[in-house]
């Protein structure tokens, strides 16, 4: 009896040692050192490509709550983490090459975890797999998912901006949808007179752009259907104005005349919590978005809960295709892991990892799945990837905007922090009590 799990990436690694770590044999599949993406540099498991940084450590912010909460779920690569830390003011940082190491012994020296220097090029059905390959999945493997679901597998991430809906300031918005067509509250209209939208204009056509890697240049893939919004504004001033940033079929009810230029903003989750920033998709390096984006009247203090991204990135569309465990739909014995599911970030991939290992475990002895509760960040972040409602799907990392609302409120940010933060813990505590106590004898 074992599980396959295919990547020894971050998800990868979390979902070996969760599998493991029940008595389960894993087959854990990685095609380092026989080939290498162009992100990678080592020959190392878990290996971070870009910062060192695991974000803020603070428990009342959304990425330190994540941490804890993975803490809870006795996480592997938190525990390496604790034990290579450098100083980062209020940031878990690590020493990147320490931590890489300490992932890689403790996956190769447990008994229960056989490694296999292989690259994948379909999907194997020996056994309940794990697919944690990572952003840049190999070009066979893709080829093999891509023929499993279709249209529903991306190889870029061309991302708009998305704002928390409580930060737009509806004293300069409106509620329309163009010519009255659908529900009144479909988008959130951001209204700009000639003036406005002229310096905007002259901003955004000047701002500072991230630069883009030779394989994201080279992949034509990254360009199709998907050209950065700054881009688009170079070809003239009234570009935006015919494309994106049309007024046509609203009227401001204010002013009861149209626009000089409208940036509509359309729900990001069922809930409404989180909006994102339509045709906006752009390349401009994050302060220049926040800069920029926020010289719109509506979204002078508005709150970016992810910033816009070009660059390649093998997600599958989630919510067609995963259940709320990861698994995949009509196909249980399948799970997914990792920013290949269109969770964001380092720690969101690991903890992603972290689930799909317990479920696919539990799935051997038709044991219930998982699945924590929505008021948690790991519980609503996997509630996000799956909610069938969300019809444009991009990647999401932990921010407080996927949590469902508080019921009081509080009006000082570090306050709703620390609220919001305690409900998930005392969530999660509760939800582990009952559900994962004595789960190590039931298995051994």
Same mark, same amino acid.
């Given at each position: 009896?074992?599980?396959?799990?295919?990547?020894?990436?971050?998800?990868?690694?979390?979902?070996?040692?969760?599998?493991?770590?029940?008595?389960?044999?894993?087959?854990?599949?990685?095609?380092?050192?026989?080939?290498?993406?162009?992100?990678?540099?080592?020959?190392?498991?878990?290996?971070?490509?870009?910062?060192?940084?695991?974000?803020?450590?603070?428990?009342?912010?959304?990425?330190?709550?994540?941490?804890?909460?993975?803490?809870?779920?006795?996480?592997?690569?938190?525990?390496?983490?604790?034990?290579?830390? $450098?100083? &980062?003011?209020? *940031?878990?940082?690590? @020493?990147? #090459?320490?931590?890489?190491?300490? !992932?890689? =012994? +403790?996956?190769?020296?447990?008994?229960?975890?056989?490694?296999?220097?292989?690259?994948?090029?379909?999907?194997?059905?020996?056994?309940?797999?794990?697919?944690?390959?990572?952003?840049?999945?190999?070009?066979?493997?893709?080829?093999?998912?891509?023929?499993?679901?279709?249209?529903?597998?991306?190889?870029?991430?061309?991302?708009?901006?998305?704002?928390?809906?409580?930060?737009?300031?509806?004293?300069?918005?409106?509620?329309?949808?163009?010519?009255?067509?659908?529900?009144?509250?479909?988008?959130?209209?951001?209204?700009?007179?000639?003036?406005?939208?002229?310096?905007?204009?002259?901003?955004? $056509?000047? &701002?500072?752009? *991230?630069?883009?890697? @030779?394989? #994201?240049?080279?992949?034509?893939? !990254?360009? =199709? +259907?998907?050209?950065?919004?700054?881009?688009?504004?170079?070809?003239?001033?009234?570009?935006?104005?015919?494309?994106?940033?049309?007024?046509?079929?609203?009227?401001?009810?204010?002013?009861?005349?149209?626009?000089?230029?409208?940036?509509?903003?359309?729900?990001?989750?069922?809930?409404?919590?989180?909006?994102?920033?339509?045709?906006?998709?752009?390349?401009?390096?994050?302060?220049?978005?926040?800069?920029?984006?926020?010289?719109?009247?509506?979204?002078?203090?508005?709150?970016?809960?992810?910033?816009?991204?070009?660059?390649?990135?093998?997600?599958?569309?989630?919510?067609?295709?995963?259940?709320?465990?990861?698994?995949?739909?009509?196909?249980?014995?399948?799970?997914?892991?990792?920013?290949?599911?269109?969770?964001?970030?380092?720690?969101?991939?690991?903890?992603?990892?972290?689930?799909?290992?317990?479920?696919?475990?539990?799935?051997?002895?038709?044991?219930?799945?998982?699945?924590?509760?929505?008021?948690?960040?790991?519980?609503?972040?996997?509630?996000?990837?799956?909610?069938?409602?969300?019809?444009?799907?991009?990647?999401?990392?932990?921010?407080?905007?996927?949590?469902?609302?508080?019921?009081?409120?509080?009006?000082?940010?570090?306050?709703?922090?620390?609220?919001?933060?305690?409900?998930?813990?005392?969530?999660?505590?509760?939800?582990?009590?009952?559900?994962?106590?004595?789960?190590?004898?039931?298995?051994?």
């Amino acid at each position: 009896m074992y599980i396959n799990v295919i990547g020894a990436g971050l998800a990868g690694c979390e979902a070996a040692m969760q599998i493991a770590k029940r008595g389960i044999k894993v087959r854990l599949y990685e095609m380092k050192p026989l080939k290498k993406t162009p992100a990678h540099h080592t020959d190392l498991f878990g290996e971070l490509v870009c910062s060192n940084s695991l974000k803020a450590m603070r428990v009342e912010s959304a990425a330190g709550l994540l941490k804890e909460e993975m803490r809870r779920l006795d996480s592997f690569l938190m525990k390496c983490a604790d034990k290579c830390k $450098v100083p &980062a003011g209020g *940031a878990l940082a690590v @020493d990147r #090459d320490i931590f890489s190491r300490l !992932v890689t =012994e +403790g996956i190769k020296s447990n008994p229960n975890i056989e490694v296999i220097t292989e690259e994948i090029s379909e999907i194997p059905d020996d056994a309940i797999t794990i697919v944690a390959t990572g952003p840049l999945t190999s070009e066979p493997l893709s080829d093999a998912i891509s023929k499993m679901f279709g249209d529903s597998l991306s190889f870029f991430d061309a991302a708009a901006p998305i704002v928390t809906a409580e930060s737009v300031d509806m004293d300069y918005a409106f509620c329309a949808s163009r010519y009255e067509r659908g529900d009144v509250d479909d988008y959130i209209n951001c209204p700009m007179n000639k003036e406005e939208y002229e310096n905007f204009y002259n901003e955004l $056509v000047s &701002a500072e752009r *991230a630069p883009l890697h @030779d394989f #994201d240049v080279n992949n034509p893939k !990254v360009y =199709e +259907g998907c050209m950065p919004v700054e881009v688009m504004a170079q070809r003239g001033e009234g570009t935006l104005r015919f494309g994106p940033m049309k007024p046509v079929g609203l009227v401001n009810p204010r002013t009861g005349h149209r626009p000089w230029a409208v940036l509509q903003l359309r729900k990001e989750n069922s809930e409404g919590t989180m909006y994102n920033l339509v045709g906006f998709q752009t390349n401009l390096k994050f302060p220049e978005q926040k800069r920029v984006f926020s010289l719109i009247p509506a979204l002078h203090k508005a709150d970016f809960v992810r910033y816009g991204v070009m660059h390649r990135n093998t997600f599958i569309c989630s919510p067609k295709v995963l259940n709320s465990d990861y698994s995949v739909k009509g196909n249980d014995r399948l799970f997914f892991a990792g920013q290949i599911t269109g969770v964001e970030g380092y720690m969101e991939s690991a903890a992603s990892g972290i689930i799909a290992g317990i479920n696919a475990c539990r799935r051997i002895f038709d044991k219930p799945s998982l699945i924590l509760p929505r008021e948690t960040m790991i519980g609503s972040l996997t509630a996000y990837i799956s909610d069938p409602t969300v019809t444009k799907f991009q990647p999401m990392g932990a921010n407080f905007g996927v949590l469902p609302e508080l019921e009081n409120r509080p009006r000082d940010k570090k306050e709703r922090g620390a609220a919001y933060s305690k409900r998930a813990l005392d969530a999660i505590d509760k939800y582990l009590k009952e559900n994962i106590e004595d789960e190590y004898e039931d298995y051994c």
